[in-house]
């Protein structure tokens, strides 16, 4: 039991209910009068959380679309930052090399910058591989308007929505 985390690949802390889940009723001479309760009251906990099943799935659905948002935004500050340090005419080969083998300090430049969280910036090594195929001349820079819209949202149509649900 002591190792579902790394079988369950989740943020949150599972709940394991105990009892004896059948259609016999509890025998309460073979297990004692307090397991009887504890069984009982687990068996009550088990179905109200599964009558909350819907409210939950909105939630995760709600938090992996903040998630998403983030992540563009994350992606648009570099993109952005990469047309910046581009060359405008001559050894634009180079210098895509050259800011891709310093990813990692690109990073740490954005995330000062923007005052980002570490924790929502891609994988270095991946991004890495993943932009060794892309032209980097051809980003756009990143317009103020849209990263406020994002802004917006996350402070306050999200919440907005989050308490009509609710």
Known sequence: MWSLGKVLSTPEVMRVYIGSFNDKPINETDDGPLWAIL?????????????????????????????????AKIHAYIMSQFKKEMPSWIGKAKAQQRLIDNL??????????????????????????????????????????????VDDMLAYDIPNDITKID
């Open 39 to 71: 069984f009982e009251k687990e068996q009550d906990d088990l179905l109200n959380d599964l009558k909350d099943i819907p409210k939950k799935a909105c939630d995760r659905r709600i938090n992996e679309f903040v998630k998403c948002a983030r992540a």
């Open 104 to 149: 990692d300090q690109l990073f740490e430049k954005i995330k000062r910058e923007h005052h980002l969280p570490p924790g929502h910036f891609p994988n270095v090594d991946g991004f890495k591989q993943a932009l060794n195929g892309f032209n980097i001349d051809i980003f756009e820079r990143v317009k103020s308007r849209m990263i406020q819209v």
